[in-house]
T-cell receptor, first 115, second 109 residues
Framework: DTGVSQDPRHKITKRGQNVTFRCDPISEHNRLYWYRQTLGQGPEFLTYFQNEAQLEKSRLLSDRFSAERPKGSFSTLEIQRTEQGDSAMYLC?????????????FGPGTRLTVL | GQNIDQPTEMTATEGAIVQINCTYQTSGFNGLFWYQQHAGEAPTFLSYNVLDGLEEKGRFSSFLSRSKGYSYLLLKELQMKDSASYLCAVGAGSYQLTFGKGTKLSVIP
């Protein structure tokens, strides 16, 4: 078990371009979460999957954002037509059902810079 | 809605004890979490409280009062490596966590 992994770790893009990030959760975890964190702030919830089903989406997730988890394992987060305000750290976390409490394990994040 | 408040910054001396407070107002409650986050790294889990009282885990303890919407994280025998941000997060009604802005703790010699 190598923990939650995310790829890439850093992404620099120009405004208007599309970007896609990948998250691989801990293998036995069926819940997967995406958060966004800006400097000096705590993580803000974006969306959540249980297996392949996307069960919750934050109002922060505009229609330029889309997330998938097609086989209930890894997940992707795509941002279309990026804007400078999208610059942030995108964190993925996972947890498992059946645990006594919902401890979420975070990945190292993908730092996005939109120029 | 959810509102979580914690101090922005704190400084403490190596070997001392520090208490980081968190107050919250949420529309539901199914637990309070504390996470530690070193600069540029992922948050790592420290503690979980769902019932009132104190939970102790080594040098770290966390307290919860649900009636007051209040929690604190107590760090004893501070070490330089404890310099980090400490995030208070509430689980309320779903599986997502709502985080405070974090408290940046600086441990000085």
């Amino acid at each position: 078990d190598t923990g939650v992994s995310q790829d890439p770790r850093h992404k620099i893009t120009k405004r208007g371009q599309n970007v896609t990030f990948r998250c691989d959760p801990i293998s036995e975890h069926n819940r997967l979460y995406w958060y966004r964190q800006t400097l000096g702030q705590g993580p803000e919830f974006l969306t959540y999957f249980q297996n392949e089903a996307q069960l919750e989406k934050s109002r922060l997730l505009s229609d330029r954002f889309s997330a998938e988890r097609p086989k209930g394992s890894f997940s992707t987060l795509e941002i279309q037509r990026t804007e400078q305000g999208d610059s942030a750290m995108y964190l993925c976390a996972s947890s498992r059902t059946g645990a006594s409490y919902n401890e979420q394990f975070f990945g190292p994040g993908t730092r996005l810079t939109v120029l | 809605g959810q509102n979580i408040d914690q101090p922005t910054e704190m400084t403490a001396t190596e070997g001392a004890i520090v208490q980081i407070n968190c107050t919250y107002q949420t529309s539901g409650f199914n637990g309070l979490f504390w996470y530690q986050q070193h600069a540029g790294e992922a948050p790592t889990f420290l503690s979980y409280n769902v019932l009132d009282g104190l939970e102790e885990k080594g040098r770290f303890s966390s307290f919860l009062s649900r009636s007051k919407g209040y929690s604190y994280l107590l760090l004893k025998e501070l070490q330089m490596k404890d310099s980090a941000s400490y995030l208070c997060a509430v689980g309320a009604g779903s599986y997502q966590l709502t985080f405070g802005k974090g408290t940046k703790l600086s441990v000085i010699p």
